[in-house]
């Protein structure tokens, strides 16, 4: 494994455990067994570890959400894929998804979180479209504001990130197929 590879994943490891503002350059350093100052070589801060580690899986999520909606399919065939898109993050990345996902640094002032906020806003507009739509095709339920929905769906998916351990917990299609279940019991016009 490269160096820089090493850095990024040990960092992830330590922001996931410990948080990423409670963590010093120190502590990845050490973790990954070099001097601070050897850091510097690869990343000019915290931030930016941070970012190389939660953009790349942030950004693949909408691309790949946003392939999905200009697909074929019904609006309940697109939440399945998109809820197994979703939760395939969680593997192999699942560190990675746990570091994204913490709020803490939600509050970091920097253009490029910035855009990483603009990539989950986008994110989670396609999750409010593909609701919308289905509540067009009469495949999901009028009466549910598709804002609070896509809301919900995302936090059930999210909150994986509390209690999911690979190897550990349930498979990851099994986990998708009993959220999907879940979610379109409450969505669907049919029952």
Not at 28 to 47: H, L, Q
Not at 172 to 190: K, P, Q, S
Request: with cysteine; charged share 25%.
């Amino acid at each position: 494994m490269k160096r820089r590879e090493q850095i990024l994943r040990r960092a992830a490891e330590v922001f996931a455990e410990r948080g990423v503002a409670q963590t010093s350059l120190e502590e990845i350093a050490t973790s990954v067994g070099i001097k601070r100052e050897a850091i510097y070589y690869y990343f000019r801060n915290r931030v930016e570890i941070l970012l190389e580690i939660i953009s790349p899986q942030s950004l693949s999520l909408l691309h790949g959400i946003t392939a999905l909606m200009g697909g074929t399919g019904s609006s309940r065939e697109k939440l399945r894929s998109a809820m197994e898109l979703h939760l395939q993050a969680f593997t192999p990345s699942y560190i990675e998804m746990t570091v994204a996902l913490r709020e803490e640094h939600v509050q970091i002032d920097d253009p490029r979180v910035k855009e990483l906020r603009r990539v989950w806003e986008e994110y989670g507009n396609c999750w409010e479209t593909l609701i919308r739509q289905g509540r067009e095709e009469g495949v999901f339920r009028s009466d549910m504001d598709p804002k609070i929905a896509s809301y919900g769906i995302l936090g059930m998916l999210n909150w994986m990130s509390r209690w999911y351990r690979t190897g550990q917990s349930a498979p990851i299609g099994h986990v998708a197929e009993t959220f999907f279940t879940l979610v379109t019991e409450g969505l669907d016009v049919r029952k």
